[in-house]
């Protein structure tokens, strides 16, 4: 059984004048110990996707979804979680300690008025840790993400960019999670340090035999780190398939345009595909393929017609009417 199964998922934002339809129809498992990396640009959803596993967005937002089961490995609850139906109570305890959330810009999140200690204190709170098991797990997990046990006494403005974020990691691991949401956690970071803290992640995913989703707008990143490339545009999955699958032979329009933006130095630059203009408002209907305006090969169907997610070949799936698939459609 996989970790997390969500199938059909809709979340609407209410705001005062309009409703965002902000994830559509969207559906995904992720395997205990898979990073399945989430791409698309901004707006189309990643964040809000990954914040409603843990049902962290604004009261007044809509959620539905045919299915939204979190399996978790201690058998928490026989059957699986259903994410949807928890309560505040049992959210809590959903929260960090089987998904946590690395958050995007989580270096500017830390409360700034808090010293670090406290802080993971705060966290490992609801979790019933007693005072021993936190001050040792805080030790264990700073060591890990090899900061100084001293650090706990700091605050956030005494360390720097990427110490705040490799303590951010190590607050999304302490409670010994199973499934991480990293949402951009090194975007604001320089190259080394970013590269550093990827590696970090990764041995510490290994170790730990976590499952992580990895959302980024730079699709680059995920070739080495990544087991599967799920791909968003405008609140859908369009293309989603194994790391190697999607960056050798890409078949939706929007991943080859994506994938054309990585500068390759030791390959002929075989298909330079550009994408021209910008999403739709998600605020409205989309009528068609929502990608049919930006697209180069988009037909009368396509403005019509609803592409749906379907299998072309094992795990990679592809909701686009011109490309030949083997069968039927997934849900
Ligand atoms: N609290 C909110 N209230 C209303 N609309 C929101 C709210 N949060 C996000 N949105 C809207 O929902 C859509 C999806 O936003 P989201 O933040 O999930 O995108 P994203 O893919 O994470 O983008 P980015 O790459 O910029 O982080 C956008 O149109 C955004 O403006
Ligand atoms: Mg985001």
Redesign the pocket.
């Known amino acids: 059984m996989d970790l997390l199964e969500v199938s059909k998922l809709n979340i609407r934002?209410r705001?005062k004048d309009r409703t965002?339809h902000?994830v559509r129809d969207l559906s995904i498992s992720i395997k205990r110990g898979e990073v399945v990396g989430l791409v698309?640009e901004?707006?189309?959803?990643?964040?809000?996707f990954g914040m409603s596993l843990l049902r962290l967005l604004?009261v007044s937002t809509d959620i539905s979804a045919k299915k939204m089961m979190f399996n978790a490995g201690d058998g928490m609850q026989a059957g699986g979680i259903d994410i949807l139906e928890l309560s505040e109570k049992e959210l809590r305890r959903l929260r960090w300690k089987h998904i946590s959330v690395i958050f995007?810009g989580s270096m500017n999140s830390l409360n700034p008025v808090a010293r670090i200690g406290s802080q993971f204190a705060d966290a490992m709170f609801w979790h019933g840790f007693d005072d021993e098991t936190i001050k040792n797990s805080i030790s264990s997990h700073l060591e890990l993400v090899h900061l100084d046990d001293s650090i706990r006494k700091s605050y956030p403005h005494e360390l720097s960019g990427g110490m705040k974020q490799r303590v951010a990691i190590a607050m999304a691991l302490v409670c010994s999670p199973e499934l991480v949401i990293a949402d951009?956690p090194t975007t604001a970071l320089d190259v080394v340090v970013q590269r550093r803290i990827l590696k970090l992640l990764m041995d510490t995913k290994e170790k730990l035999n976590l499952s992580i989703i990895f959302?980024t707008?730079d699709i680059s990143l995920l070739a080495s780190i990544a087991d599967r490339v799920a791909v968003m545009y405008a609140g859908s999955i369009v293309e989603i398939g194994d790391v190697r699958t999607l960056f050798r032979s890409p078949l939706h329009p929007y991943t080859k345009g994506l994938m054309s933006t990585i500068p390759r130095v030791d390959e002929r630059q075989s298909e330079l595909v550009e994408i021209h203009g910008s999403p739709p408002d998600?605020s409205g209907s989309i009528r068609g393929c929502p990608f049919a305006p930006r697209c180069g090969i988009a037909t009368e169907l396509c403005a019509v017609e609803m592409p749906q997610l379907r299998v072309v070949e094992g795990r990679h799936m592809v909701s686009c009417h011109n490309v030949e698939v083997q069968d039927g459609k997934n849900d």
């Open positions: 934002y705001t965002i902000a698309g901004s707006g189309c959803g990643k964040s809000t604004p995007q951009e959302i707008h998600l």
